[in-house]
């Protein structure tokens, strides 16, 4: 059993962005949503990060951080764990390996029980993090299936994500990467904005992530994800 085999959907939190006007960390985690992840591309430091996590670990969710770089991992009591990315379609292989090894050489507190590696395909070309990971979006699905199978059967991943952040990504490449995986994991983050979004990329994601939304929108639109995701795993799941 891990950790994220009963998630349906996660918030993932930037630090460096802001909440509604009026809206607080407490509302993000009564939204409905399953587990909280902090993480974000660009202009992420240690202070941001912990107020974050500090703020989220009061409730009863799962918080998680998800490093963008080596330099951004932060310890603390309040946190459950830490999702690794590793970037499978990296132009540079410094996203795959090398920053993962510059981070075992320097932080001394590694708690490897809590930490898990995510199988990441970037897919949308113009977000930070295709441009920072240099990464190969140009992909059909055959050959993103194709990522998604050598992550789980070449490397043991038990999380690949496929990330398509700042916009909503092409239901049928999650369907043809899920239908490759056996025991591993199937995240989708990009672009989920309302029920019908959230709906329909839980019919092969087994986990949907939604992030900007909770900045730009509130958390009332990420209730409303949260619905279509449990709605649609209700539909889909064996009774
Ligand atoms: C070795 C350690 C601790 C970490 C390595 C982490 C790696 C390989 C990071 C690569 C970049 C990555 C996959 C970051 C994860 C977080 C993420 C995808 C955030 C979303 O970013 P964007 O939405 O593109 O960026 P902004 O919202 O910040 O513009
Ligand atoms: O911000 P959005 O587009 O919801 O993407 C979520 C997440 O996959 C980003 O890493
Ligand atoms: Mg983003």
Redesign the pocket.
């Known amino acids: 059993m891990n950790p994220w085999d009963d998630w349906d959907h996660i918030v ?1 939190i ?1 630090p ?2 802001t909440l509604i006007d009026g809206e607080t960390f407490e509302d993000v985690c009564a939204t409905g949503t399953d587990a909280i992840a902090v ?5 992420m430091t240690e202070e941001k990060m912990s107020r974050v996590i500090e703020a989220c670990g009061k409730y009863q969710l799962p918080v998680y951080i ?5 330099g ?2 932060v310890h603390s009591d309040a946190l459950d764990g ?1 999702l ?4 499978f379609n ?1 132009g540079d292989v ?3 390996t090398g ?2 090894k ?3 050489r320097l ?1 001394g507190d590694i708690n490897w029980e809590k930490t898990f590696t ?1 199988a ?1 395909i ?1 897919l ?1 070309p113009d ?7 240099e990464s190969n979006c140009d992909l059909e699905a055959d050959e993103v299936a194709s990522y998604a199978e050598v992550a789980e059967k070449m490397f043991g991943q038990q999380i690949v ?1 496929i ?1 398509y ?2 916009t909503l990504g092409d239901p049928e490449i999650v369907q043809a990467a899920h239908e490759t995986l056996d025991t591993a994991s199937l995240f989708y ?1 990009g672009g989920i904005h309302d029920y019908d979004s959230a709906h329909e990329m839980a019919q092969h994601a087994d986990t949907v992530i939604v ?2 939304l909770v900045h730009d929108e509130g958390v009332d639109a990420v209730r409303e994800t949260v619905k279509g995701a449990n709605d649609m795993k209700r539909e889909i799941r064996p009774s």
């Open positions: 993932k930037d460096d962005k993480g974000g591309t660009t202009g998800e490093p963008s770089h080596d951004a991992v830490y690794i990315p590793v970037v990296a410094a996203w795959t920053v993962h510059e981070w075992v932080d995510e990441y970037v949308n977000s930070s993090v295709a441009t920072v990971t994500y990330e952040s700042g983050g992030g900007d």
